[in-house]
């Protein structure tokens, strides 16, 4: 026995120095040794549930707490929801943690963390928040990084207003989540100041240690500058942000939630562009514990986009299975609907579309306004304008919005159903005399519809808006006059009456100098003034006459070529040739048809005749031909052919051939 006490003895003294040594596969070695002694070891139970956390040996931790249960108890009560946690097992956490006896410090800094997960912001909150009020020691900074993350939550994902903590922005985890939180309230221009700094606080604060290299110094950076390019793309600067997401991406940090956010935002950048660029970066965001990294809005994003890219890639069963998981996941959530529409109208099946809208439109009235906008389009796609009115009207959060009033009354005016249209705009207007009334809103709707219904000749319904508008406001020149020019097709004496609330025309006149305002630089028209002769205004002497003034001389017009000024111009020549008095019209025979195409083109046979001076008697004989009497007949040489012309060849050049004969069609002449 005192041989075996010494060797245990020994192990321990092994475990303790491989403990300060960080070797922890060694101290187990040592351990295991030391339980074949006394596996009822309470003490060498906890060291190996230890050493195989710090191994990161969860699945083994739990083993061996699980085994020895009823032997350890509750003394390894923070290793056990440790280990759940780790393993993302957090609901088993949050039970273990809850039933324990007594809340230690590090149990309240593991449900903090558990908290976090579970996105149960406001709780975490204040756990933190007990932790850094109650507690000194070297871990305040990081509990007050932990809270301002809390605080950035709540910010991005439950839009809520935020209270300021008053936490210091000392190191750039500080300063990061600050920025996340400036994000959340829309201030852009000031999160990407604060990123900014958070980058240069990172930079130095890596710096200062010599093991670090750059390219680890551009890997913890790379959280900053997808956070960056996320704001210049909330800002419309898509280039920049896209240029600094592919430098993120091509540093492959380890992180899969940066990596699968980031490869988010280019899919959302090039939506139905450069869709092969989006089939790469989608692996990214598939890749394996990401649904543990990210908050449930990012992965509900994620798969929505995904979603998108099947449509835009003409994948429709994949479309259609990704947002039905999206549906069955988020029943009250419109978007997985509208995706679903947006496919079966690219495959031009609106009318199970529009079924679909009201059906989800019918099971969800609470969130069916963005539905029915939707509905009221793709009635309108179809040309069912009333259709599309009647669902615009059902919409009780938007119907007396000034949008939706216009375009109602737009389309009733199209169909040319002004009562509808009159309607909508009375019931507008009762809507706000009843909330609230004389607003200007209120009044710009009476004074629209008014002007609605002159327009359109309704009179007497318009008197009654012009008389409110009036009462409101007495000096109102021109709705006075627009009531009075009502009353004259209505009541005459009232219209006399009226207009002796006219001001007189003495008030009404402006004193404006007409010629000041026609110099002004903003006059569209000026009128020219007549430039004055030098010695205009001089006395005349006696005897002078006035001077006349030049008269120019009228050019005489040109008359046409071959035209004789003496004789008689024919009296008809303006009327067309068909109409003249001496229009025969146009004489029809065969015999100009046959010889259409016969000899040269554009030559007949008698024409070619007519041209042979050798045929005329008052030419010179020519010389006689080879084979031919000199005295053949005129009648038997008429009907020869004579040959085609050539051009005369240049001396020592060979003769070309005739050029071919043009198709039919061409101009006359070779």
């Given at each position: 026995?005192?041989?075996?006490?010494?060797?245990?003895?020994?192990?321990?003294?092994?475990?303790?120095?491989?403990?300060?040594?960080?070797?922890?596969?060694?101290?187990?070695?040592?351990?295991?040794?030391?339980?074949?002694?006394?596996?009822?070891?309470?003490?060498?139970?906890?060291?190996?549930?230890?050493?195989?956390?710090?191994?990161?040996?969860?699945?083994?931790?739990?083993?061996?707490?699980?085994?020895?249960?009823?032997?350890?108890?509750?003394?390894?009560?923070?290793?056990?929801?440790?280990?759940?946690?780790?393993?993302?097992?957090?609901?088993?956490?949050?039970?273990?943690?809850?039933?324990?006896?007594?809340?230690?410090?590090?149990?309240?800094?593991?449900?903090?963390?558990?908290?976090?997960?579970?996105?149960?912001?406001?709780?975490?909150?204040?756990?933190?928040?007990?932790?850094?009020?109650?507690?000194?020691?070297?871990?305040?900074?990081?509990?007050?990084?932990?809270?301002?993350?809390?605080?950035?939550?709540?910010?991005?994902?439950?839009?809520?207003?935020v209270e300021d903590l008053g936490l210091p922005e000392t190191t750039y985890e500080l300063c990061y989540n600050a920025a996340c939180s400036l994000i959340g309230q829309g201030l852009l221009p000031e999160a990407f100041h604060k990123l900014q700094e958070a980058e240069e606080l990172c930079r130095?604060?890596?710096?200062?240690?010599?093991?670090?290299?750059?390219?680890?110094?551009?890997?913890?950076?790379?959280?900053?500058?997808?956070?960056?390019?996320?704001?210049?793309?909330?800002?419309?600067?898509?280039?920049?942000?896209?240029?600094?997401?592919?430098?993120?991406?091509?540093?492959?940090?380890?992180?899969?939630?940066?990596?699968?956010?980031?490869?988010?935002?280019?899919?959302?950048?090039?939506?139905?562009?450069?869709?092969?660029?989006?089939?790469?970066?989608?692996?990214?965001?598939?890749?394996?514990?990401?649904?543990?990294?990210?908050?449930?809005?990012?992965?509900?994003?994620?798969?929505?986009?995904?979603?998108?890219?099947?449509?835009?890639?003409?994948?429709?069963?994949?479309?259609?299975?990704?947002?039905?998981?999206?549906?069955?996941?988020?029943?009250?959530?419109?978007?997985?609907?509208?995706?679903?529409?947006?496919?079966?109208?690219?495959?031009?099946?609106?009318?199970?579309?529009?079924?679909?809208?009201?059906?989800?439109?019918?099971?969800?009235?609470?969130?069916?306004?963005?539905?029915?906008?939707?509905?009221?389009?793709?009635?309108?796609?179809?040309?069912?304008?009333?259709?599309?009115?009647?669902?615009?009207?059902?919409?009780?959060?938007?119907?007396?919005?000034?949008?939706?009033?216009?375009?109602?009354?737009?389309?009733?005016?199209?169909?040319?159903?002004?009562?509808?249209?009159?309607?909508?705009?009375?019931?507008?207007?009762?809507?706000?005399?009843?909330?609230?009334?004389?607003?200007?809103?209120?009044?710009?709707?009476?004074?629209?519809?008014?002007?609605?219904?002159?327009?359109?000749?309704?009179?007497?319904?318009?008197?009654?808006?012009?008389?409110?508008?009036?009462?409101?406001?007495?000096?109102?020149?021109?709705?006075?006059?627009?009531?009075?020019?009502?009353?004259?097709?209505?009541?005459?004496?009232?219209?006399?009456?009226?207009?002796?609330?006219?001001?007189s025309a003495d008030a009404m006149s402006l004193n404006v100098d007409v010629d000041e305002l026609e110099s002004s630089p903003g006059a569209t028209y000026v009128r020219k003034k007549a430039a004055k002769v030098a010695g205009e205004n001089l006395p005349k002497e006696q005897g002078q006459g006035?001077?006349?003034?030049?008269?120019?001389?009228?050019?005489?017009?040109?008359?046409?070529?071959?035209?004789?000024?003496?004789?008689?111009?024919?009296?008809?020549?303006?009327?067309?040739?068909?109409?003249?008095?001496?229009?025969?019209?146009?004489?029809?025979?065969?015999?100009?048809?046959?010889?259409?195409?016969?000899?040269?083109?554009?030559?007949?046979?008698?024409?070619?005749?007519?041209?042979?001076?050798?045929?005329?008697?008052?030419?010179?004989?020519?010389?006689?031909?080879?084979?031919?009497?000199?005295?053949?007949?005129?009648?038997?040489?008429?009907?020869?052919?004579?040959?085609?012309?050539?051009?005369?060849?240049?001396?020592?050049?060979?003769?070309?051939?005739?050029?071919?004969?043009?198709?039919?069609?061409?101009?006359?002449?070779?």
């Amino acid at each position: 026995m005192a041989s075996g006490g010494v060797a245990v003895a020994s192990l321990w003294t092994e475990v303790n120095r491989c403990g300060q040594n960080g070797d922890f596969t060694r101290a187990l070695k040592a351990l295991s040794k030391i339980l074949q002694e006394n596996k009822e070891d309470v003490t060498a139970l906890h060291c190996k549930i230890v050493c195989h956390v710090q191994n990161g040996s969860f699945k083994e931790a739990l083993n061996v707490m699980n085994t020895h249960s009823k032997i350890i108890g509750s003394a390894v009560l923070f290793e056990k929801a440790y280990c759940e946690y780790r393993l993302n097992r957090v609901e088993s956490a949050l039970k273990t943690i809850e039933n324990a006896a007594e809340q230690t410090d590090k149990l309240k800094e593991l449900y903090g963390q558990v908290l976090y997960r579970l996105e149960r912001y406001d709780e975490c909150k204040a756990v933190y928040t007990d932790l850094i009020r109650n507690s000194q020691d070297e871990y305040e900074e990081e509990r007050k990084t932990n809270l301002s993350a809390v605080v950035a939550a709540m910010s991005q994902w439950e839009k809520g207003s935020v209270e300021d903590l008053g936490l210091p922005e000392t190191t750039y985890e500080l300063c990061y989540n600050a920025a996340c939180s400036l994000i959340g309230q829309g201030l852009l221009p000031e999160a990407f100041h604060k990123l900014q700094e958070a980058e240069e606080l990172c930079r130095i604060s890596l710096a200062e240690d010599s093991d670090v290299t750059e390219e680890d110094i551009e890997s913890e950076l790379a959280v900053i500058h997808s956070q960056m390019a996320y704001v210049m793309q909330l800002q419309g600067r898509t280039d920049e942000a896209l240029q600094l997401y592919n430098q993120v991406i091509k540093l492959k940090p380890s992180d899969v939630g940066l990596l699968a956010v980031t490869a988010n935002n280019i899919i959302t950048i090039n939506k139905d562009q450069n869709v092969f660029d989006s089939k790469k970066k989608v692996k990214l965001t598939n890749a394996e514990g990401v649904e543990y990294k990210l908050a449930k809005k990012q992965l509900q994003a994620i798969e929505f986009n995904k979603a998108l890219l099947a449509m835009y890639t003409n994948q429709a069963d994949q479309c259609r299975k990704i947002s039905s998981n999206l549906q069955s996941q988020n029943p009250g959530h419109p978007r997985p609907v509208l995706i679903q529409v947006a496919q079966l109208c690219r495959e031009k099946q609106h009318g199970k579309a529009i079924e679909l809208l009201q059906q989800f439109s019918d099971q969800h009235p609470e969130s069916a306004s963005g539905i029915k906008l939707t509905m009221a389009q793709l009635y309108l796609v179809q040309g069912h304008v009333t259709k599309a009115c009647d669902v615009l009207r059902s919409i009780e959060e938007l119907k007396y919005k000034p949008g939706i009033v216009s375009a109602l009354v737009t389309l009733y005016s199209n169909e040319e159903d002004i009562d509808n249209a009159i309607d909508v705009f009375k019931q507008t207007i009762e809507h706000y005399q009843s909330t609230l009334p004389g607003s200007g809103a209120h009044l710009a709707l009476v004074r629209e519809a008014a002007n609605f219904k002159l327009k359109y000749g309704r009179k007497k319904e318009a008197i009654s808006d012009l008389e409110q508008l009036w009462k409101q406001n007495p000096k109102d020149v021109h709705t006075l006059a627009q009531l009075i020019s009502a009353y004259s097709l209505v009541d005459t004496n009232k219209a006399k009456s009226l207009s002796k609330h006219l001001p007189s025309a003495d008030a009404m006149s402006l004193n404006v100098d007409v010629d000041e305002l026609e110099s002004s630089p903003g006059a569209t028209y000026v009128r020219k003034k007549a430039a004055k002769v030098a010695g205009e205004n001089l006395p005349k002497e006696q005897g002078q006459g006035e001077v006349k003034k030049k008269k120019k001389k009228k050019k005489k017009g040109k008359l046409p070529k071959n035209c004789d000024p003496k004789a008689n111009s024919d009296p008809e020549r303006w009327l067309p040739m068909r109409e003249r008095t001496y229009y025969r019209g146009k004489k029809k025979g065969k015999k100009g048809k046959e010889q259409v195409g016969k000899g040269t083109q554009g030559a007949t046979a008698a024409a070619c005749a007519e041209l042979d001076a050798s045929k005329t008697a008052s030419s010179p004989p020519t010389s006689p031909r080879p084979g031919s009497a000199s005295g053949s007949s005129s009648a038997a040489a008429s009907n020869v052919v004579p040959p085609r012309q050539q051009k005369p060849a240049a001396s020592g050049a060979t003769r070309k051939k005739a050029p071919q004969k043009k198709k039919k069609g061409g101009k006359g002449g070779w």
